[in-house]
């Protein structure tokens, strides 16, 4: 069984930055893609931002040029840098990690910008 936690977020004015990080563990041998997710009230999930194992990148439209993921294999840990926020990346952010047979998720973490 894999286990997420996440870490980093909390309120923040509008152009501020934040770091999420989320550190796996457990019986991991590999891992896939990592990524981060948002859910903000009322919306649906949507993609933040994912990392592939060779460290290929894919974000969501609204956060190009904002956001840069980054992983570290050696510790299991995907980060999330967020800058220039803007009230509307408001959501609470979960991490997502694939492997070989698992597909794990965090609890989230929340992100509120707003002055």
């Known amino acids: 069984q894999v286990q997420l936690v996440e870490s980093g977020g909390g309120l923040v004015q509008p152009g501020g930055s934040l770091r999420l990080s989320c550190v796996a563990s457990g019986k991991i041998f590999t891992i896939y893609a990592m990524g981060w997710y948002r859910q903000a009230p009322g919306k649906q999930r949507e993609l933040v931002a994912v990392?592939?194992?060779?460290?290929?990148?894919n974000f969501a439209d609204s956060v190009k040029g904002r956001f840069t993921i980054s992983r570290d294999n050696a510790k299991n840990t995907v980060y999330l840098q967020m800058n220039s926020l803007k009230p509307e990346d408001t959501a609470v952010y979960s991490c997502?990690?694939?492997?070989?047979?698992?597909?794990?998720w965090g609890q989230g973490t929340q992100v509120t910008v707003s002055s």
């Open positions: 990392i592939g194992s060779g460290g290929s990148t």
């Open positions: 997502n990690v694939k492997g070989p047979g698992f597909d794990a």
